[in-house]
């Protein structure tokens, strides 16, 4: 089902009971001018996408009395958490801090602040929400001493667990790389997960770059789905790949414009000519730019999606530069039209098509899946899964398709998918395009382990290695950070030399 901010909050409060207690840290006293603000606030941003990002502040009081800003914790699907010490000050009408000032309501209970910051202003409301009190500072005290490895637990969920051992790791290998982790080392990675033969073997989640892992977080970030960004995409093809096993879409060669006839007006004779399979492998032709100017810049494609009163048709208005099918150009546009199409060929919304044909399938019960401000689904980033259920997408491409005895997607799609279509740029690894799906070769002496996997940015992936049939996912917050090298990194200098050679 689609889930909400709060996630399985029953569970979590009976969790937390067994998780470190910090009671200290956010107890209450008399605040400045008698106004008692200690505690969490939730809240965000509210002059854009309102209601979208959100995110837990805990203010506390220090030994010498002040206030300040000291956690801050993201309930949105980002899962950031940041250490602060920021001053709060009390003012003539509310609190001050950095760039904001805010206004406190009559019953004490809504903070609304200004935040004017290198010439912009912004609007943000925070609300006090006791509820959040327990499970943010159990998680703040969450710092491990040190990383100790513990089996993946059994939760009836489709996973069978073992021990490295088991499946042919070296545990101290592994113990390694996340002690690696915790120090820091890899930038903020949220979870890494790797199953090998159909069984998790590691399973662990970090906050603050790795300063911050344990029982509480495993818990709570295990529950939670996670910004998945363009890995989206990948899930987006296997969807596309169901339709056409159903016969809904004939063909990947079937012209785009007879699904689109609301859109006819922006359909020249040259754009009638765009295909699924260029949408699929972003060669459309569609002018198209979101790397050379700033997300905010009027002549960003991407930024422009957020402003559209209907992006199908801002993106279909688009100029054609080449010729559809000649060249590519990675685009968040097309996989927005891509889902228009779905929905209009399977007669229902394509998250609500997806729910039915891959995730119910799966056992993948708790999704977020965002759309634009016009309604238009985000098919291009706007989907977050828990790291388990997305590893479960990997294991279904291992599996040829099936999951638990029953078909769920045709292995003849996956060998399309995953087929080697477009020679990308060589950067650590040459990597290769097939439908939202890449392809790479990974040097291992004097050979090379071949790898399908789907990125997204800020350090999101799923990797799957079917010579080694094992399945690597990785969530994190490492935006300035080239996603793909940055996790084949790690699997090529810690994952594969930890399997034993067999």
């Known amino acids: 089902m689609k889930t909400t ?32 603000i200690t505690g969490c606030w939730r809240g965000g941003r509210i002059d854009f996408l309102p209601g979208r990002y959100e995110e837990a502040r805990l203010i506390t009081r220090k030994p010498d009395g002040s206030l300040a800003q000291t956690f ?49 202003r912004s609007l943000w409301r925070f609300v006090r929400d006791n509820s959040l009190d327990s499970l943010v500072c159990a998680l703040r005290a969450d710092t491990g001493a040190s990383y100790t490895y513990t089996m993946p637990r059994y939760l009836h969920d489709g996973w069978p667990c073992a021990e490295p051992e088991d499946e042919g790791f070296d545990r101290e290998k592994l113990v390694h790389w996340m002690e690696s982790i915790a120090a820091g080392k890899h ?34 970030f295990r529950a939670k789905p996670h910004r998945l960004a363009s890995v989206t995409k990948g899930i987006l093809s296997l969807v596309t790949g169901i339709a056409v096993d159903q016969g809904k879409i004939p063909d990947t060669n079937e012209r785009i414009w007879p699904y689109l006839k609301e859109y006819a007006a922006c359909m020249t004779p040259e754009k009638k000519d765009i295909t699924i399979d260029n949408l699929l492998t972003m060669t459309a032709g569609l002018d198209w730019n979101q790397t050379r100017y700033s997300f905010w810049d009027p002549r960003n494609h991407a930024g422009q999606m957020f402003s559209s009163d209907d992006v199908p048709r801002h993106i279909l208005s688009l100029p054609l530069t080449g010729e559809p099918g000649k060249t590519y150009c990675y685009s968040n546009g097309v996989p927005v039209v891509l889902a228009a199409l779905i929905e209009q060929a399977v007669g229902m919304e394509t998250d609500t098509f997806t729910e039915a044909v891959l995730f119910h399938p799966l056992g993948i019960m708790e999704y977020q899946w965002t759309r634009y401000p016009d309604g238009s689904l985000e098919a291009d980033g706007g989907l977050a899964l828990r790291s388990r259920d997305l590893a479960k997408i990997g294991q279904l491409l291992l599996q040829k398709g099936e999951w638990d005895g029953k078909r769920v997607i045709s292995g003849a799609w996956l060998e399309q998918a995953m087929r080697r279509r477009i020679g990308l740029r060589k950067t650590l690894l040459p990597w290769t395009y097939g439908y939202y799906w890449m392809q790479t070769d990974i040097p291992m002496g004097d050979r090379s382990v071949p790898a399908w996997f789907v990125p997204g940015s800020g350090g999101q992936m799923l990797a799957v290695f079917p010579e080694y049939e094992m399945v690597v996912v990785f969530t994190a917050a490492n935006e300035q950070w080239e996603t793909k090298n ?15 050679e067999e």
Do not use: Q
């Open 187 to 220: 930038g903020d990675i949220h979870s890494v997960l790797i199953a090998r033969n159909g069984r998790l073997i590691l399973e662990e989640y970090f906050s603050t770059s790795g300063k911050r892992f344990g029982e509480c977080h495993k818990e709570y």
């Open 72 to 120: 801050i914790m993201e309930l949105d699907p980002g899962c950031r958490v940041w250490d602060y010490d920021i001053p709060v000050t009390g003012t003539s009408s509310g609190f001050s801090w950095l760039a904001h000032t805010a206004t406190l309501n009559t019953a004490g209970d809504t903070l609304t602040a200004v935040k004017e910051w290198k010439g912009e």
């Open 486 to 500: 940055a996790c084949f990194s790690m699997i090529h200098r810690y994952v594969l030399p930890a399997l034993s």
């Open 5 to 36: 901010y709060a996630i399985a909050a029953a569970v979590l409060v009976v969790m937390l009971h067994s998780c470190r207690s910090s009671g200290e840290a956010c107890s209450s006293d008399s605040s400045l001018s008698g106004r008692d």
